[in-house]
């Protein structure tokens, strides 16, 4: 029975990516770069670095993107429908919950925002320093800090690289996917709204 979960933040909790992928393409159409949206939303789910690498943005660029999505997400982000009553009803049934995401403190202002920040034991951030997923670092710092039981545990994202994650953690996983590709996931949801099907029965 699991008993413990390990969540991804941007686009498994929380509906980030319509924001994220809106002021990317304004920055780079600020440049004079007309780029399809539908490319960039393919490369926003396999990670930010593949995006950055992918358009050869500037530093400058990134840091200029990092600053303005912080303030535009706040106001035009929120979790997706049915996350807050899962997480309600998996911690009334005993559940632990964290988080392990790449972003910096953002995350603290959104789960405060939406009175979310309580269900989590645990939230590993980039100011931490522990290596970026799929490295296995910062799920295997929950497992041991906490002292999480194996098979009890699972890691939840909508990326290969959060699986990857949980899976050479030695965890079950479930991956967030209307198109999955190859995976090592245990699990597969089409949408975040679908959670509920796989966790609560």
């Avoid at 034991?121 to 910062?138: C, I, M, S, W, Y």
């Amino acid at each position: 029975m699991l008993k413990h979960f390990i969540w991804d933040f941007d686009g498994t909790l929380f509906d980030t990516y319509p924001v994220l992928i809106d002021l990317f393409v304004e920055l780079l159409e600020r440049e004079g770069r007309l780029v399809e949206r539908e490319r960039v939303a393919r490369l926003m789910a396999i990670s930010a670095q593949t995006t950055y690498a992918a358009f050869g943005v500037t530093d400058e660029f990134i840091t200029t993107y990092k600053q303005q999505k912080t303030t535009i997400e706040f106001d035009r982000s929120y979790p997706f429908p049915g996350i807050q009553k899962l997480l309600e009803t998996l911690s009334e049934r005993g559940a632990t919950h964290h988080i392990v995401t790449h972003r910096g403190q953002s995350i603290h202002a959104l789960l405060n925002k939406h009175q979310l920040t309580h269900y989590f034991q645990d939230v590993l951030t980039a100011e931490q320093g522990f290596a970026r997923k799929p490295n296995p670092e910062a799920v295997q710092y929950l497992i041991e800090q906490h002292q999480l039981q194996l098979s009890e545990t699972i890691m939840i994202g909508d990326r290969e690289l959060d699986v990857l994650a949980g899976y050479h953690a030695g965890i079950a996983t479930c991956l967030i996917s209307d198109q999955p590709s190859e995976t090592v996931a245990t699990y597969i949801v089409p949408s975040p709204d679908r959670l509920h099907e796989l966790l609560l029965t």
